[in-house]
């Protein structure tokens, strides 16, 4: 089944939503064709943070950084269900373009995927500053892209326009606000990252209607990201 992601990889919620994506897939038995687009929360950001995530939002939102930093614990406790250790303390935000560049040479290769699941594990996990070129670089050894052609691609603007008509067509057609968001099938759409039994819930309308999910967990497009209360039934 073909599906369609919009997401950024300083979302910690797309990273919970592509796990519990393809747990819910391997569950229902279905095969995946992802194709991945770009989305970024902060067009605006520099290279590299100079102070911490939690105090960044905190600014931001004129939060706390108690504030903050609670509901950076409650995403991180939402991530190790999934399996995935999100060291939020040490989350190094920044500005995503070439990364997404990356992302589609990588797609263009067959290594979409595997390019996502580096650069989420390189921003949560591992605390690398994600907007750096050495970040970058090193991601895409790591899923064996070709180091010249990475170089190609980071020297040039190569895949900008791959990016910002992802982006285009997120906002002005499918009026997307924030990522996670899914689309099955090109038919049915999904916004968040739901709770596993909706994505198997959705897998099996994408054979059978056009109805829409209700939107859930997500990082809008000023970067922030909130867990809502409650769940979809």
């Known amino acids: 089944m073909r599906v369609d992601i919009w997401s950024d990889v300083v979302c910690p919620f797309c990273y919970i939503g592509k796990k519990r994506l393809e747990a819910a897939a391997e569950q229902a038995g279905v095969e995946l064709e992802v194709h991945w687009h770009s989305f970024e929360l902060d067009p605006d950001a520099p290279a ?16 706390t950084l108690a504030e903050v930093e609670d509901m950076q614990r ?4 939402m991530a190790a269900a999934e399996g995935i250790e999100f060291n939020w303390e040490n989350a190094n935000s920044g500005n995503t373009f070439n990364a997404h560049r990356i992302i589609h040479l990588a797609q263009s290769k067959g290594l979409g995927s595997d390019a996502k699941e580096a650069f989420f594990y390189s921003y949560m ?12 670089e090193d991601v895409a050894a790591r899923i064996g892209l070709n180091p010249v052609e990475v170089d190609d691609v980071l020297n040039s603007d190569e895949y900008a326009d791959f990016v910002k008509f992802d982006q285009e067509v997120a906002r002005d057609q499918l009026k997307v606000t924030g990522v996670p968001f899914f689309v099955f099938d090109q038919r049915v759409a999904l916004a968040g990252a739901q709770p596993r039994e909706v994505f198997l819930q959705v897998l099996e309308k994408a054979l059978e209607t056009t109805d829409d999910a209700p939107e859930a967990n997500q ?14 039934k």
């Open 125 to 136: 996990t591992q605390g690398l500053p994600i907007g750096e070129r050495e970040t970058i």
């Open 74 to 77: 409650n995403i991180a406790a």
């Open 48 to 63: 590299r943070q100079e102070i911490s995530n939690s105090e960044r939002l905190a600014q931001k939102y004129g939060r």
């Open 219 to 232: 990082c809008d497009v000023d970067g922030q990201c909130n867990p809502v209360s409650e769940q979809p």
